[in-house]
């Protein structure tokens, strides 16, 4: 067997040289398709997150409305009914406060002390992980086309990728404390109710800090407006209300400053 010729070595060295660096170029190429899905599945998965929050919101926001509306006896039931996926959303937008105790009564839940607005935050947290988890298992299938070759390429590439995308962007739910008390009778207008009510949070800078927190930029004149139209939509006129029952706090400043 003779000996292999120069020029032939130097072909095979020439033709591995080249298959090296199309390896290396198809790496390169390769990285910005990563990209681009990469970023594609980001936006799918944010997109649910972000859908997933709107729906937790706004059962947030209708609990609270029921809770306070229904008086801290009735928070139990109303912790189960949630639990159990009723629909607040519906149930808030009766009119009748006596008629949303009554479909509760109805029901004959059993009570329990687990916050809802809890459970809601631990399900935000758990949609986050797992869609996190969906993501970076997504970018690990990148990790894996490396070679020998394009290790070095295929690595830096997706280190740029994963700062790109990063993680699931959250949004917070807001505090879980329930300004919550027993319902009392009242005979009191409109902007009688509006005065006493917004006095007693503005009063102490602690209940005002966490009314604050729990609602926003709503002012208590706002808010509380805004539940008396509930609690009474034919009583908008100024007049004595005498027959009615508001459910709201007893004792706002000991409720808000828990």
Request: charged share 25%.
């Amino acid at each position: 067997m003779g000996l292999l010729s120069g020029k032939f070595l130097r072909d095979v060295a020439t033709g591995a040289g080249e298959a090296y660096l199309e390896k290396r170029q198809q790496a390169r190429d390769n990285i910005v398709e990563y990209q681009e899905r990469a970023l594609n599945k980001y936006n799918n998965l944010q997109s649910k997150y972000d859908e997933g929050y709107k729906s937790r919101q706004q059962k947030a926001k209708s609990f609270k409305l029921l809770a306070t509306n229904l008086g801290s006896s009735y928070l139990p039931v109303l912790n189960t009914f949630a639990q159990q996926g009723g629909d607040l959303e519906s149930l808030a937008s009766l009119e009748d406060i006596n008629q949303i105790r009554q479909n509760l009564d109805d029901m004959k839940l059993s009570p329990t002390d687990t916050p809802f607005l809890e459970t809601l935050k631990q399900e935000d947290k758990l949609q986050s992980e797992t869609l996190n988890k969906n993501l970076n298992d997504y970018l690990g299938i990148f990790d894996n086309t490396a070679n020998v070759f394009t290790k070095g390429i295929v690595q830096e590439g997706m280190a740029g990728i994963r700062e790109d995308v990063g993680p699931i962007q959250t949004q917070d739910l807001g505090s879980t404390a329930l300004p919550v008390g027993e319902g009392f009778r009242t005979t009191l207008t409109r902007d009688e109710y509006i005065s006493q009510m917004s006095s007693k949070i503005l009063e102490d800078p602690n209940t005002a800090f966490n009314f604050q927190a729990l609602y926003g930029d709503i002012t208590p004149e706002v808010y509380y407006g805004d539940l008396y139209d509930k609690l009474y939509p034919s009583n908008q006129k100024n007049q004595k209300n005498v027959d009615s029952t508001i459910n709201t706090e007893e004792d706002i400043n000991k409720a808000f400053s828990g």
